[in-house]
């Protein structure tokens, strides 16, 4: 596992304990418990990657590894490794049990993670749970730099998402591919935000602006 590398072997040996042997079923209390201690054994600072190791994250599908701490990376791939030995029917409910159960740290690498679990849009409704959070720092681990919002949100969903990130102040340039996404009810919806703003005398998001922008060029899905 990458994060390991920037462990001692006890943490290595902490967490094979969590992880089922080859053919045997999951302990989910024991993976509970592993998963919600990983930041208290690996910090939760962003990741000092190497750039050998960012190559082998975007490899794995990772948009930008330095918004990933060690923690997210190790939760991610026991997240993987916990999902293998589930049958696939129970994997939404097993991640949703994750999400609901777990701290701030704890959504967060599940977030992140979100768009490299098998079968990703099967995970859509906890996303669109995750989204009516608010803590910044669970928001901006689905808004942010992960594909899983371009890739799988549905429109309605999505919407909803770019409002909000306008709403709490997440910069639509931290959300991937969201230009690709703008469509005709979102402009009417980030209207409708700007003119309400506007009359109670409150500042517009220059988000809005980006959105009017395409929307007079024309370049609408």
């Not at 418990?33 to 990741?47: E, I, P």
């Not at 959070?133 to 909803?160: G, I, K, T």
Request: aromatic share 8%; hydrophobic share 45%.
């Amino acid at each position: 596992m990458l994060a390991t590398r920037h462990a001692d072997a006890s943490v290595f040996e902490w967490l094979q304990r969590a992880l089922p042997a080859e053919g045997a079923p999951l302990d989910r209390p024991a993976f509970l418990g592993r998963y919600a201690g990983v930041t208290r054994r690996l910090g939760a600072a962003k990741g000092s990657w190497g750039e050998a190791e960012r190559k082998e994250l975007h490899a794995l599908d990772v948009l930008d590894p330095s918004v990933w701490s060690v923690a997210d990376v190790a939760r991610c791939g026991l997240i993987l490794i916990a999902l293998d030995a589930l049958p696939s029917d129970e994997h939404v409910a097993f991640a949703t049990e994750i999400f609901r159960r777990g701290e701030t740290a704890e959504r967060v690498g599940l977030l992140r993670s979100l768009a490299l679990l098998p079968d990703p849009p099967r995970f859509v409704e906890l996303a669109a749970e995750a989204c009516r959070s608010h803590v910044q720092d669970v928001l901006e681990a689905l808004f942010c730099e992960n594909r899983y919002v371009e890739d799988y949100m549905p429109e309605l969903a999505f919407n909803q998402l770019i409002m909000k990130a306008m709403f709490v102040g997440i910069p639509l340039a931290r959300v991937h591919g969201w230009q690709s996404r703008v469509n005709a009810e979102l402009i009417r919806m980030a209207r409708d935000f700007k003119a309400e703003r506007q009359a109670a005398g409150r500042p517009v998001p220059p988000e809005v602006a980006l959105i009017e922008d395409i929307a007079t060029r024309g370049q609408v899905s």
